[in-house]
């Protein structure tokens, strides 16, 4: 998909359509496409993913607690740390640097060491953990919400610039960070990748400052921590309502882009070709009357986040506590896990 693309207008929905909703949803709806199990994988990619666990599960392995070149304090790989090290993540890996596994190995060394920075671990280990009331304030006009699916499964990541309500900052440089975390929670079972929806609409409405562009510096950072940390996880990133002095900015930022991102990218196209009205905003022309509360949303999203990261806490730690289980089964409900960590074999 190039820079610009051709608008596709869909017909307007009926407003006695719409259903009233002010809070994140669980699932994607009754009747969406069954899971994809985990592709099949080749004798080659498979001894590359045991070669992956093999250095990240071996016995005595530490790493630093932050990034900063003098570090000197260092820990072991920890429950949780395990539990972020699936199959899948390592697979996602291996994908991003193409199968190369020295360059993987570095690459997910330092996701996991910046994870360690930016307390979001999730266990007991984190000095500083990332909290929900530590950017609660960032979110106070809804300036980033999660809600919904696509048409393939993939949580919706509403991220919108015009109801931008503080100044810039690294706190919201955490919010996105936090989102994203929270995003890769709520994907389904057979599922690894959200759709990002970005609208740069000006909102007038109480606490909103600015519809201005975040600073370059900002900006940078977001795209790093997505494109190094987050890799396999953009399922496509649509952006709309696109004010000409926005142009600018985003033609510089998409230099910035890797060549598989840009492929995701997709300018000034409506939501409605990609997303099910009964599962859009509409704003957007879908049949969700959503009203941002924070006092409703916020809680509720977070609750919702950790019952379900616990859950699949839970499973990990029922199958073993095992580096290398599959995602598939963490995510699922059978009694044994159908892709066992013993599969995974040089």
Avoid at 96 to 121: P, Q, Y
Wanted: with cysteine.
């Amino acid at each position: 998909m190039g820079l610009f693309s051709r608008k596709k207008e869909s017909a307007p929905v009926n407003r006695a359509d719409l259903i009233p909703c002010d809070k994140m949803i669980e699932k994607p709806p009754k009747g969406s496409p069954a899971p994809h199990k985990p592709a099949d994988l080749t004798k080659e990619q498979v001894g590359k993913l045991a070669q992956m666990l093999e250095h990240f599960d071996k016995p005595g392995l530490e790493l630093p607690i932050d990034t900063t070149s003098n570090c000197t304090k260092t820990r072991p790989i920890s429950s949780w740390e395990r539990f972020f090290l699936t199959r899948e993540c390592l697979l996602r890996y291996l994908r991003a640097r193409k199968w190369d596994v020295n360059k993987a190995i570095h690459m997910l060394t330092e996701t996991l060491v910046w994870r360690r920075e930016v307390g979001i671990t999730h266990g007991e280990e984190d000095e500083h953990p990332l909290k929900p009331e530590d950017i609660a304030i960032e979110n106070e006009t809804g300036k980033e919400i999660l809600l919904g699916f696509d048409h393939e499964n993939r949580p919706l990541f509403y991220m919108k610039n015009g109801r931008q309500n503080t100044e810039s900052s690294f706190r919201q440089v955490q919010q996105m960070l936090f989102m994203m975390e929270s995003a890769t929670t709520l994907t389904p079972q057979g599922v690894e990748k959200m759709c990002v929806l970005v609208d740069f609409k000006s909102y007038k409405e109480p606490g909103i400052i600015t519809d201005k562009a975040p600073p370059i510096s900002i900006a940078k950072i977001c795209l790093h921590i997505m494109q190094n940390h987050y890799p396999e996880r953009m399922g496509k990133c649509i952006l709309i309502n696109i004010p000409w002095f926005i142009w600018a900015f985003l033609k510089m930022m998409y230099n910035f882009l890797d060549p598989d991102t840009k492929e995701k990218v997709i300018f000034d196209e409506p939501f409605t070709n990609h997303i099910d009205a009964s599962q859009l905003d509409a704003t957007y022309n879908g049949k969700l009357d959503f009203k941002y509360k924070h006092d409703v949303y916020w809680p509720d999203m977070n609750a919702k986040i950790e019952a379900l990261r616990n859950k699949q806490y839970e499973r990990f730690l029922r199958f073993g506590g095992k580096m290398g289980l599959s995602e598939w089964d963490l995510k699922g409900d059978s009694d044994e896990p159908e892709y066992p960590v013993e599969s995974i074999k040089a």
